[in-house]
């Protein structure tokens, strides 16, 4: 599956953004999206999941309450709305898919499609 991410921007502290992962072939009904982050020096992080078929949602302990994920699945498209960004919400965004949903949905070695990044940058 082919992903790509878009979105990413430099924004205030306290603003907002929403994220975009547009799939160019079939998300089948058993895949697992993903959104995850990474830092400049920081190891890729965990922001937040979602089951295609159910909707179910699960998030990163640094991002819950202020980012929402969710699917169209006409348009196959994941997004990411993130609310009251900090300035250590600094990151590339990557988003990613499991095509076998079996394991732990916040280890990046359970996905097995990446997208290509877009980089969010929060002023303080």
């Known amino acids: 599956v082919q992903l790509q991410a878009s979105g990413g921007g430099l924004v205030q502290a306290g603003g907002s953004l929403r994220l975009s992962c547009v799939a160019r072939?079939?998300?089948?009904?058993?895949?697992?999206m993903g959104w995850f982050r990474q830092a400049p020096g920081k190891e890729r992080e965990f922001v937040a999941a979602?089951?295609?078929?159910?909707?179910?949602?699960f998030y990163g302990d640094s991002v819950k309450g202020r980012f929402i994920i969710s699917r169209d699945i006409p348009k196959m498209t994941v997004f990411l709305q993130m609310n009251s960004l900090k300035p250590e919400d600094t990151a590339v965004y990557y988003c990613?898919?499991?095509?076998?949903?079996?394991?732990?949905?916040?280890?990046?070695?359970?996905?097995?499609?990446w997208g290509q990044g877009t980089l969010v940058t929060v002023s303080s």
């Open positions: 990613a898919a499991d095509s076998a949903y079996s394991g732990s949905y916040s280890r990046t070695e359970e996905y097995d499609y």
């Open positions: 072939e079939r998300i089948f009904s058993h895949y697992r």
């Open positions: 979602i089951t295609w078929s159910l909707g179910s949602t």
